[in-house]
């Protein structure tokens, strides 16, 4: 009797282990040659404004034609993106964001976003199973970067992003999976 309590605490103990890693994972990634921000800020950092040309940006991962994930921008998709609204002009903006506009078609701008997500969930398998409570982690890096170019070189670099992504949320129902039932209740009087 001793051994068969035994036996069914240690597989009940083997089976919360492994219910634990039977919890969903999932992870987006935008495809780039880096895979932290630092990485891709370090590249971003070699550009230089006035030299670098579109030949050398392609070898720092900015290849929209022979890459991943690097949009084109026309004269006008930078002029939108730097004067958004009518509060701003472009005589506001930095010089070679005007020369770039009045350039035109001899103007590009590159958009390249770097970032990458692992969701996992964590905590009670049962309770997540039937939707009592997740609790759910969210863990990564987002790097973007806006290049100007006139007549195939660089004049102008921008850049924002978030080092280190971490996110928490726990949610609790409690009914569980039952929460997400419309009920509806239909009375009728003779």
């Avoid at 991962?61 to 002029?79: I, K, R, S």
């Avoid at 350039?103 to 770097?114: E, K, M, P, T």
Wanted: negative net charge.
């Amino acid at each position: 009797m001793k051994r068969s309590l035994t036996t069914a605490l240690v597989a009940l103990a083997l089976g919360s282990v492994a219910c634990e890693s039977a919890l969903p994972h999932q992870e987006t990634r935008v495809i780039s040659p880096w895979g932290s921000f630092e990485k891709a800020k370090a590249d971003y950092d070699r550009i230089e404004p006035g030299t670098t040309t579109a030949k050398e940006l392609a070898t720092l991962g900015y290849d929209p034609f022979g890459g991943e994930n690097v949009a084109v921008l026309t004269y006008m998709d930078v002029f939108e993106r730097f004067v958004p609204n009518a509060s701003m002009t472009l005589e506001q903006q930095d010089e070679e964001i005007q020369r770039c506009v009045n350039a035109r078609n001899r103007c590009l701008g590159y958009l390249r976003i770097a970032m990458e997500e692992q969701d996992r969930e964590y905590g009670n398998f049962w309770l997540n199973l039937f939707e009592f409570k997740t609790e759910t982690e969210v863990a990564g890096f987002e790097f973007e970067s806006t290049l100007v170019l006139i007549d195939d070189v660089v004049v102008y670099k921008l850049w924002e992003g978030h080092p280190a992504v971490l996110k928490r949320q726990s949610k609790t129902k409690p009914l569980g999976f039952l929460n997400d039932f419309d009920i509806k209740v239909g009375l009728s009087f003779p």
